[in-house]
């Protein structure tokens, strides 16, 4: 697992372009943390990074949310599903089967993603402090992600 220390909002949107550079075609990438962590922010530095021209928003309500950049990338929202098959209907996984699929709230359904993807988890601290851990799962575990720490 790697640590980043994130002292305030801009280092976490450059964690999440940073990030983007790692990112292939068919990455699951899972946002995990309290409500207020950040995790909509990373989302939006790694929209960034993607080459994505739109502003990135919480999908919280209409669940996906789809953005075109170098890499297509599908933003979604499992707080309001109420099961894995609720899930299993939405399809996420062929949705972004050519591009990213980044998934908030994305340690509840863990289990029913693929074994490679990169759980993201976002610690709050004092104030715009994070903690931000990068826990590698799968084929993840050969990428360079120590280099995020940098």
């Known amino acids: 697992m790697i640590r980043v220390p994130s002292a305030s909002p801009a280092d976490t949107l450059a964690l999440g372009r940073r990030l983007a550079g790692l990112l292939r075609p068919g990455d699951v990438v ?74 908030e709230w994305g340690n509840a359904i863990a289990s029913g993603m693929p074994g490679d993807h990169l759980l993201v988890e976002i610690e709050m601290g004092e104030g715009n402090e994070r903690v931000i851990h990068l826990e590698p799962r799968g084929a993840w575990k050969g990428r360079p992600i120590e280099e995020l720490s940098a």
């Open 30 to 103: 899972l946002l995990a943390g309290h409500l207020g962590a950040g995790k909509t922010l990373l989302a939006a530095g790694i929209a960034e990074g993607l080459g994505v021209d739109e502003q990135v928003t919480s999908p919280s309500f209409v669940i996906i949310r789809t953005y075109e950049g170098f890499l297509p990338l599908v933003h979604a929202d499992v707080y309001r599903l109420a099961s894995l098959g609720e899930l299993v209907d939405l399809e996420l996984l062929d949705e972004a089967r050519d591009g990213v699929l980044l998934i």
